[in-house]
């Protein structure tokens, strides 16, 4: 079984729990799913899917042999109410957030092609696929006042979020830093005190994370300058003295070559 | 038209809720969404400090010919749409009771509203609507909303009896399995219910001895007078025949919203407390 939302919420239920699931299109072959708690930074899997809840379902019953989690009648009673589940107390994992699927979207809702010849997908220590933390690496993506990601670009090319003229804030970047440096640029921002706020994920590079914007030796001023962050949090207050400023910014990693790749949430407002 | 299911969870300070919501349209959920995001916006005014609607989800549960199905769903979690900052919200055990009507009058179904404004209920559990200023509005529009300014009429999913009156079970089988077969008098089933799953009720078999048997089930019809549990049971050797109703359903379009009252209800187990063993219980 390759499909996998990689991290996006599926649905909404009290506990995870383990199912067996009916996940191929074209086989009646079943596994055992196990639900794993979301993190809390991760979306939804918003596309129109198969692969819910029977909690939610008016009618769990209502068997018709489709793809998804497979009616269970031993743990209702008479069939009708949930009487047991097979609660796995999983953990969450603090990584899984802003991946993209393997599989093409529709399979979530026609099922896996099963395909007996293909490889097997891989999983790490946590039971985690490879394949879906091998999606996110080349990625930078862009969450445009926190409601979808219009744009996925290459972290290394600077990327325009806003466009001329008095740009609106609020602007969302979730990337990773990969050895190196990655900078992207803002277009006409209005003079006056603004405020970035960064998070950090795990593992920080053992030299820290250096952050600056230019040119802000004449235009901006980060409130205490370049600095290194070693904490997981930081808000900073940058001060924009012409307007409009078209301001770079740039988040460095001083390990270079040796550093470790780490996410990063960055907002602006 | 399919008949749709627009749940939202909700979240208080440590409890958890949901509450659904029905109507009829088109299989494609992108035109649903739109329309439970709009009641929640709604329902969200409605709500006090510390609550808010955490998720939207929708999913199809009735097919064009009201046939029950496991249909798709479609979650919606951004933007959270946040409870009233200024009104303190009830406790978690104490709600407002809505109670949907049909245009006829004679149908009617509850709905349970968690996360009131603490305001517009008093000490003793009276609702004064009154006292909140603004829940008045919040109300009427939320009302609409259920009742076609969101686009849909909303309503639920009530079930009736679907067989011939006279149908009766003549006989049942427990088998290698567990499963019960039952017998049936002809035509009990309609020919396309066979090969399906069906939701059907026992009555009075075996009487006047009492009998598991007699109660709700869920069964696999096998013919058109025949049908098999989906789960095992016991039962004693087969006496005398019993009455069987099959249900069909259907959505009841709700015509008029009425607030009845506070009314309080237990909570359930708190957010993010893990599933222990259960408290002892007195023996005896």
């Given at each position: 079984?390759?499909?996998?939302?990689?991290?996006?919420?599926?649905d909404?239920?009290?506990d995870?729990?383990?199912?067996?699931?009916?996940?191929?299109?074209?086989?009646?072959?079943?596994?055992t799913?196990?639900?794993r708690?979301?993190?809390?930074?991760?979306?939804?899997?918003?596309?129109?899917?198969?692969?819910?809840s029977?909690?939610?379902?008016?009618?769990?019953?209502?068997?018709?042999?489709?793809?998804?989690?497979?009616f269970d009648?031993?743990?209702?009673?008479?069939?009708?109410?949930?009487?047991?589940r097979?609660?796995?107390?999983?953990p969450?994992?603090?990584?899984?957030?802003?991946?993209?699927?393997?599989?093409?979207?529709?399979?979530?809702?026609?099922?896996?092609?099963?395909?007996?010849?293909?490889?097997?997908?891989?999983?790490?220590?946590d039971?985690f696929?490879?394949?879906?933390?091998?999606?996110?690496?080349?990625?930078?993506?862009?969450v445009?006042?926190?409601?979808?990601v219009v744009?996925?670009v290459?972290?290394?090319?600077?990327n325009?979020?806003?466009?001329?003229?008095?740009?609106?804030?609020?602007?969302?970047?979730?990337?990773?830093?990969?050895?190196?440096?990655i900078?992207?640029?803002?277009?006409?921002?209005?003079?006056?005190?603004?405020?970035?706020?960064?998070?950090?994920?795990?593992?920080?590079?053992?030299?820290?994370v250096?952050?600056?914007?230019?040119?802000?030796?004449?235009?901006?001023?980060?409130?205490s300058?370049?600095s290194d962050?070693?904490?997981?949090?930081?808000?900073?207050?940058?001060?924009?003295?012409?307007?409009?400023?078209?301001?770079?910014?740039?988040?460095?990693?001083?390990?270079?070559a040796?550093?470790?790749?780490?996410?990063?949430k960055?907002?602006?407002? | 038209?399919?008949?749709?299911?627009?749940t939202?969870?909700?979240?208080?300070?440590?409890?958890?809720?949901?509450?659904?919501?029905?109507?009829?349209?088109?299989?494609n959920?992108?035109?649903?969404?739109?329309?439970l995001?709009?009641?929640?916006?709604?329902?969200?005014?409605l709500?006090?400090?510390?609550?808010?609607?955490?998720?939207?989800?929708?999913?199809?549960?009735?097919?064009?010919?009201?046939?029950?199905?496991?249909g798709?769903?479609?979650?919606?979690r951004k933007p959270v749409?946040?409870?009233?900052?200024?009104?303190?919200?009830?406790?978690p055990?104490?709600?407002?009771?809505?109670?949907?009507?049909?245009?006829?009058?004679?149908?009617?179904?509850?709905?349970?509203?968690?996360?009131?404004?603490?305001?517009?209920?008093?000490?003793?559990?009276?609702?004064?609507?009154?006292?909140?200023?603004?829940?008045?509005?919040?109300?009427?529009?939320?009302?609409?909303?259920?009742l076609?300014?969101?686009?849909?009429?909303v309503?639920?999913?009530?079930?009736?009896?679907?067989?011939?009156?006279?149908?009766?079970?003549?006989?049942?089988?427990?088998?290698?399995?567990?499963q019960?077969?039952?017998?049936?008098?002809?035509?009990?089933?309609?020919?396309?219910?066979v090969?399906?799953?069906?939701?059907i009720?026992?009555?009075?078999i075996?009487?006047?001895?009492?009998?598991?048997?007699?109660?709700?089930?869920?069964?696999?019809?096998?013919?058109?007078?025949?049908?098999?549990?989906?789960?095992?049971?016991?039962?004693f050797?087969?006496?005398?025949?019993?009455?069987?109703?099959?249900?069909?359903?259907?959505?009841?379009?709700?015509?008029?919203?009425?607030?009845?009252?506070?009314?309080?209800?237990?909570?359930?187990?708190?957010?993010?407390?893990?599933?222990?063993?259960?408290?002892?219980?007195?023996l005896?």
């Open positions: 079984m390759h499909l996998d939302p990689c991290g996006a919420i599926m909404y239920v009290r995870p729990y383990n199912v067996p699931v009916k996940p191929f299109a074209n086989s009646d072959t079943q596994v799913l196990s639900w708690p979301a993190s809390p930074d991760a979306d939804v899997f918003e596309e129109q899917h198969q692969f819910t029977l909690f939610h379902s008016h009618f769990p019953w209502a068997d018709d042999g489709q793809v998804g989690e497979v009648p031993s743990i209702y009673h008479g069939g009708l109410r949930p009487v047991n097979w609660w796995n107390n999983l969450a994992l603090d990584y899984d957030v802003g991946l993209t699927p393997c599989e093409p979207l529709e399979a979530f809702r026609q099922g896996e092609t099963f395909d007996p010849l293909r490889p097997a997908a891989e999983y790490n220590e039971g696929p490879r394949c879906c933390l091998a999606y996110f690496k080349p990625r930078l993506g862009v445009w006042g926190m409601r979808s744009s996925v290459s972290p290394l090319v600077p325009t979020c806003g466009g001329a003229g008095g740009a609106p804030l609020g602007v969302t970047v979730e990337a990773i830093l990969p050895a190196g440096a900078y992207w640029y803002r277009l006409g921002i209005l003079s006056g005190a603004h405020r970035y706020h960064i998070r950090y994920g795990f593992p920080l590079p053992s030299g820290g250096q952050w600056t914007c230019t040119p802000w030796a004449v235009q901006c001023l980060i409130a300058g370049p962050f070693g904490t997981i949090e930081e808000e900073r207050d940058i001060t924009v003295f012409t307007s409009p400023t078209d301001l770079s910014f740039y988040l460095f990693n001083p390990d270079g040796n550093a470790h790749s780490f996410r990063f960055l907002t602006i407002t | 038209m399919a008949t749709i299911k627009g939202l969870i909700f979240r208080g300070t440590d409890h958890g809720w949901t509450e659904s919501y029905f109507w009829s349209g088109t299989n959920l992108n035109f649903h969404t739109p329309i995001d709009f009641i929640a916006q709604k329902r969200a005014a709500l006090g400090n510390d609550c808010e609607v955490r998720a939207r989800r929708v999913s199809i549960e009735l097919d064009d010919a009201n046939n029950p199905v496991r798709d769903a479609q979650l919606r749409y946040f409870g009233n900052p200024d009104q303190p919200a009830a406790a055990g104490t709600g407002l009771q809505l109670r949907f009507e049909n245009a006829a009058g004679t149908n009617h179904k509850n709905l349970f509203m968690r996360g009131i404004w603490d305001v517009v209920e008093t000490t003793d559990g009276q609702y004064q609507p009154g006292a909140g200023a603004g829940w008045g509005g919040a109300m009427a529009a939320f009302i609409s909303a259920l076609g300014a969101s686009g849909a009429n309503g639920w999913i009530a079930r009736g009896p679907l067989s011939p009156a006279n149908a009766q079970v003549v006989d049942y089988l427990e088998e290698d399995s567990g019960v077969t039952f017998t049936t008098t002809a035509d009990a089933f309609t020919g396309p219910m090969g399906t799953r069906r939701h009720r026992i009555s009075g075996n009487a006047p001895t009492k009998s598991v048997l007699n109660r709700e089930w869920v069964v696999d019809v096998l013919s058109t007078n025949s049908a098999r549990t989906i789960v095992p049971v016991s039962a050797p087969f006496l005398s025949p019993g009455k069987l109703t099959v249900y069909g359903f259907v959505l009841v379009v709700a015509a008029n919203i009425l607030e009845e009252g506070i009314i309080f209800r237990s909570v359930g187990r708190p957010l993010l407390v893990r599933r222990g063993r259960q408290a002892r219980r007195p005896g």
